[in-house]
């Protein structure tokens, strides 16, 4: 497992395959099961608009929501297992991890935008050999 360090625990286990999942005060609730402390920042975390948490739960809950891509998104579990709480933490520890880079990256941005500014004319022009479109393997040298 990656992460070990992150901050989500399994505080109740899910025992039977969940039907319904919610977030209330930092508690995650799976089913009869809770995690916690799972923050807002990491509930709501999205990519491309795809809420991550909601996502990961909602494909593996007793009745699957969300899209299907293919037939092989029939293959589920039948039974909520230690290795799916496993996964769950995972996923929770991946996305605590993120949103520390996140803050870091969003720093060092700031930094460089706030940086000295350089002109195009403070700039060395690039040579006729630099400006040419480059060869592809499979042309001949012109020797």
């Known amino acids: 497992m990656c992460g070990r360090d992150g901050a989500a625990r399994c505080v ?3 025992r039977a395959m969940p039907e319904k999942f919610s977030h209330v005060d930092e508690v995650l609730t799976v089913g009869e ?6 923050s807002a920042e990491v509930w709501g975390y999205e990519v491309s608009g795809l809420k991550v948490v909601q996502s990961w739960l909602a494909g593996r809950m007793l009745q699957r929501r969300g899209r299907t891509s293919s037939p092989l998104d029939a293959l589920r579990p039948e039974a909520w297992s230690e290795a799916l709480t496993a996964e769950l933490l995972e996923l929770l520890w991946v996305l605590e991890r993120s949103l520390v880079l996140h803050r870091g990256q969003a720093e060092i941005f700031g930094q460089i935008v706030g940086g000295e500014v350089v002109s195009a004319n403070e700039l060395r022009a690039p040579s006729a050999e630099e400006r040419a479109e480059p060869r592809t393997r499979c042309e001949p040298s012109s020797r």
Do not use: M
């Open 12 to 14: 109740a286990p899910v």
């Open 33 to 38: 099961g809770q995690f916690a402390p799972v």
